[in-house]
């Protein structure tokens, strides 16, 4: 089945720099790669995602890239800001897609530093 | 408009008790999730629901049962707990996807404590 590795699991930043968070996928028919947001003590929310077709989605200070030949991706956040303080996780939607189900990665807690 | 709801927030349980989990969604989603999640380990996959009546295993379901009765509930079961299901719980929901995009709406988290 579908693996997701995430890295790296801590990333500390100083506010105002960029911070790229990666994650690699086993299973090359994957077709869906969102990204979520977890504050502390909160629910997970969806911050961005891109599908397969896509190579780069940018939505203000955050962006997504997909390298589907070496089956990796990456959030990239710049000018970051203490509340971008948070849990990251990546997660890909494996076949069959009709059943909607995400394999996630294992997380990065991203602190920003004032 | 609640989105997704879960109940209990909290619980402690010890080993071999049942008990539980109820997940509601008012926004007549087709697909709903039940997830774990662990310290390092990210969000796993206990069961998932593509429909009413259905369900199907996830990644990691040993040790727990399902049921979606109704469209908007999902339950999960545990009929023996133990202290390796302490954890804390999501529920999530989507609608059929190509009608709203593919994003899963997250209920707020149940915290099991197993001793």
């Known amino acids: 089945g579908e693996n997701v590795e995430q890295h790296p699991s801590t990333l500390s930043v100083q506010e105002g720099d960029s911070a790229v968070i990666k994650c690699t996928y086993s299973d090359s028919a994957s077709n869906y790669f969102p990204w979520y947001k977890q504050e502390l003590g909160k629910r997970p929310q969806l911050i961005i995602d891109?599908?397969?077709?896509?190579g780069e989605k940018k939505d203000q200070r955050i962006a997504v890239t997909l390298n589907k030949t070496a089956k990796h991706f990456s959030l990239h956040i710049t000018e970051t800001q203490p509340e971008d303080s948070a849990v990251y996780f990546c997660?890909?939607?494996?076949?069959?897609?009709?059943?909607?189900?995400?394999?996630f990665g294992q997380g990065t807690t991203l602190q920003v530093k004032p | 408009n609640a989105g997704v709801t879960q109940t209990p927030k909290f619980r402690v349980l010890k080993t071999g008790q049942s008990m539980t989990l109820l997940c509601a969604q008012d926004m007549n989603h087709e697909y709903m999730y039940w997830y774990r999640q662990d310290p390092g380990m990210g969000l796993r996959l206990i069961h998932y629901?593509?429909?009413?009546?259905?369900?199907a295993k996830g990644e990691v379901p040993d040790g727990y049962n399902v049921s979606r009765l109704k469209k908007q509930n999902f339950l999960l079961g545990l009929e023996s707990a133990a202290p390796s299901q302490t954890s804390v719980y999501f529920c999530?929901?989507?609608?059929?996807?190509?009608?709203?995009?593919?994003?899963?709406?997250f209920g707020p988290g149940t915290r099991l404590t197993v001793t």
């Open positions: 629901s593509v429909g009413e009546g259905t369900t």
């Open positions: 891109i599908r397969s077709n896509v």
């Open positions: 997660a890909a939607r494996p076949p069959p897609s009709n059943t909607g189900k995400l394999i």
């Open positions: 999530a929901s989507h609608p059929v996807s190509g009608t709203g995009g593919y994003e899963q709406y």
